[in-house]
């Protein structure tokens, strides 16, 4: 048949550039040589030690996406996903605070900020400055947009009135969007997103929840009491925080996808290492034919996994449609998250449900990949809508 040769065909997914390898060779050897160790005191804390989170901003990982002209890494969203999946790997409550800072955060200020909030703010994210992001509050999960924080016009500048809750990084964080209503009879259209800093009057951060699983990610209730905001720190337009919300977690679930790819990475990894060393009736386990095919299996939903995750990040960067394939990668690499790693327990044995061995964590961690950023149920939600209006 004569079909045109003169286009190069489209490349592989999962083939990356020579820089893309680079930069995940890069965070894979810092995940195995810096974070390993301190997982499980991490997770026994829940805590982040300040100086690994130093360490991540030297390593560059916490400004990806902020632009070479902000002291950033001026590099893609493609590269979040990866150095999100390469960390997971080995800690996915890491992943998660790179994940926030980078896809959500950093994200929001990148597309929505004008130059001055971006002169304000990039500069510090990709130095030093952790950010959070604050949607969600006790009576409003999924139905994110029946929010009851409120910020009114006072003495020329607003004064947020209310509490979030589940706020990822909000231990660490120094500056938060936070969403509320200015009109809440205007419904959604009163949303606005505002930049918090954790100084700013009439703010603090609340009790921090004591979790399942990526323990060592705080998680915190946040106050706000009159809490006083200049002007100049709405993130994009009044009344349209509803599509600085939405938008930006279109994309943050590609990262959450990530993150579930990264840890089945990690589960299917241990349990490979551990079936060929642990012997029964005389042989490696790894040699029976009902166990390798296990293996197999969990290897072969992990591929389609992380094909589905790039798919998504790379349709987002070359500026295609993404909304059905990121809800679809987020919904199937959180399954097959928690499979793989429920796969990994079972084959460590009774070894796989103590602290010693890695893989209980994993398990406990692979579950809040189908709540947060969207539950499974809002995910099926969404594509549902694509597909049948
Ligand atoms: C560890 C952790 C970190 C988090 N980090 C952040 C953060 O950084 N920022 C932030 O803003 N939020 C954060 N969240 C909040 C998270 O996004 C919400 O928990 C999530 O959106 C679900 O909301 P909910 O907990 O109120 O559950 P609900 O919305 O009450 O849902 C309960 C159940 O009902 C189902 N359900 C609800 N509505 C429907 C429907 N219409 N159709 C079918 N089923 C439905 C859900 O699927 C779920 O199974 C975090 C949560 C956790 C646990």
Redesign the pocket.
């Known amino acids: 048949m004569t079909t045109q040769h003169s286009e190069l065909p489209a490349q592989p997914l999962t083939r990356l550039s020579e820089d893309e390898q680079l930069f995940r060779d890069s965070v894979y050897e810092f995940a195995d040589r810096e974070i390993r160790p301190l997982v499980r005191e991490m997770d026994e804390q829940a805590k982040i030690p300040k100086a690994l989170i130093d360490k991540l901003f030297d390593l560059g990982v916490m400004g990806i996406e902020v632009p070479d002209s902000f002291g950033g890494g001026g590099a893609s969203f493609f590269h979040s996903v990866l150095a999100v999946e390469a960390l997971s790997r080995v800690d996915p409550s890491i992943g998660v605070l790179v994940d926030?800072q980078n896809t959500?955060v950093i994200n929001a200020l990148v597309r929505w900020g004008n130059e001055d909030v971006r002169k304000r703010y990039l500069p510090k994210m990709a130095a030093d400055t952790i950010g959070?992001?604050?949607?969600?509050e006790a009576g409003?999960?999924?139905?994110?947009f029946a929010m009851t924080t409120r910020a009114a016009e006072r003495d020329g500048e607003w004064a947020l009135t209310g509490r979030?809750?589940?706020?990822?990084?909000a231990n660490e964080a120094d500056v938060f969007i936070v969403f509320a209503n200015v009109s809440p009879e205007a419904g959604y259209r009163g949303i606005t997103a505002f930049l918090v800093e954790r100084g700013f009057s009439g703010f603090t951060v609340g009790k921090k929840?004591d979790?399942l699983g990526?323990r060592a990610?705080s998680?915190c209730e946040l106050l706000f009491d009159d809490c006083r905001v200049p002007r100049a720190n709405v993130l994009g337009e009044v009344g349209k925080g509803y599509k600085v919300a939405i938008e930006t977690l279109n994309e943050g679930r590609i990262g959450i996808g990530a993150q579930m790819i990264g840890l089945a990475q990690g589960a299917l990894h241990h349990a490979m290492a551990y079936t060929r060393e642990r012997k029964q009736f005389g042989k490696a386990i790894a040699e029976f034919q009902a166990v390798q095919h296990q293996i197999a299996r969990a290897a072969t939903e992990l591929e389609a996994a992380r094909l589905l995750v790039y798919n998504a990040a790379r349709l987002r960067d070359s500026r295609q449609p993404f909304l059905t394939e990121a809800a679809m990668c987020k919904i199937f690499s959180s399954e097959v998250a928690e499979r793989v790693a429920s796969l990994a327990v079972n084959l460590f044995g009774g070894y796989g449900f103590v602290k010693d061995y890695p893989v209980e964590k994993l398990y406990r961690d692979a579950k809040?990949g189908q709540?947060?950023?969207?539950?499974?149920?809002?995910q099926l939600?969404t594509i549902a809508k694509q597909l049948l209006g």
């Not at 959070?132 to 969600?136: D, E």
């Not at 709540?371 to 809002?378: A, H, K, Q, R, V």
């Open positions: 926030v959500l959070a992001y604050a949607l969600s409003s999960g999924s139905d994110a979030k809750l589940w706020i990822t990084n929840e979790k990526i990610s998680t809040i709540i947060y950023e969207g539950t499974s149920n809002l939600q």
